[in-house]
């Protein structure tokens, strides 16, 4: 078993929730945003979650969402954390939290260093950051792309609050990722999928495999 923790994100098969756990992984991902292949509603999330017992963090990955959008994630009882993934400020993330009462992650969109030391605002607020390459002006989504940034952003630095790596991360690179950045956490998504939102049994495990020894 890895000390790191692990999410394998964007699930959406009991199949692929079902690899996640036996491989290892301490976190799985629902994204629930209808741009994303990954996307689904709530009540698939409350299926999808059953088959992970309970010591396994269930996470609702949403984007600049409502109130009545996270009221009915968190009425299905299914979830243990949400992960803001858009545009949220300090003050809306410290909203969320106090209003719903479960942990709050918030995803940081990062190109320059620039971007790593704004984080330092959500510290207090989110109790989870989350460093991800930033998209292209434009895109449809906000991560999920495969896309990663400099790694070296992060080497050394005492981040604020706890912390985890995400984008561009696969089998072939995670091991570097985390000797680069020390991360305590690494988030995959697209790195596990054999097509966009679609999640492969064999390489979600492989990918846990890899990071046992770390």
Same mark, same amino acid.
């Given at each position: 078993m890895s000390r790191l923790a692990i999410k394998i994100c964007g699930l959406s098969t009991p199949e692929t929730v079902g690899a996640a756990v036996s491989a290892g992984a301490s976190h799985v991902g629902f994204v629930h945003f209808a741009k994303s292949?990954?996307?689904?509603?709530?009540?698939?999330?409350? =299926? !999808?979650?059953?088959?992970? *017992?309970a010591h396994i963090e269930k996470v609702a990955v949403v984007v600049d969402p409502t109130d009545e959008m996270l009221g009915e994630l968190v009425g299905t009882g299914a979830i243990t954390a949400l992960q803001l993934h858009g545009k949220e400020s300090?003050?809306?993330?410290?909203?969320?939290?106090?209003?719903?009462? $479960? *942990?709050?992650? /918030?995803?940081?969109?990062? /190109?320059?260093?620039?971007?790593? @030391?704004?984080?330092?605002?959500?510290? =207090?607020?989110? @109790?989870? !950051? $989350?460093? @991800?390459? /930033?998209? *292209? @002006?434009?895109?449809? $989504? *906000?991560? =999920?792309? =495969? $896309?990663r940034f400099d790694w070296t952003l992060l080497r050394g630095l005492a981040v604020p609050a706890p912390w985890g790596l995400s984008g561009g991360l696969g089998i072939d690179n995670v091991l570097e990722a985390i000797r680069i950045t020390g991360a305590p956490l690494i988030d995959i998504s697209s790195g596990v999928e054999s097509a966009p939102g679609i999640k492969s049994v064999d390489k979600i495990m492989a990918f846990c495999k890899a990071v046992q020894p770390c």
């Open positions: 292949p990954r996307h689904v509603e709530a009540e698939q999330i409350r =299926g !999808l979650a059953a088959h992970a *017992p300090p003050q809306r993330v410290a909203a969320i939290r106090q209003r719903f009462g $479960l *942990p709050v992650w /918030k995803a940081i969109a990062v /190109k320059t260093r620039a971007d790593i @030391d704004g984080a330092s605002a959500y510290a =207090g607020a989110a @109790d989870r !950051l $989350l460093f @991800d390459a /930033k998209t *292209p @002006d434009g895109a449809a $989504l *906000p991560g =999920g792309m =495969g $896309l």
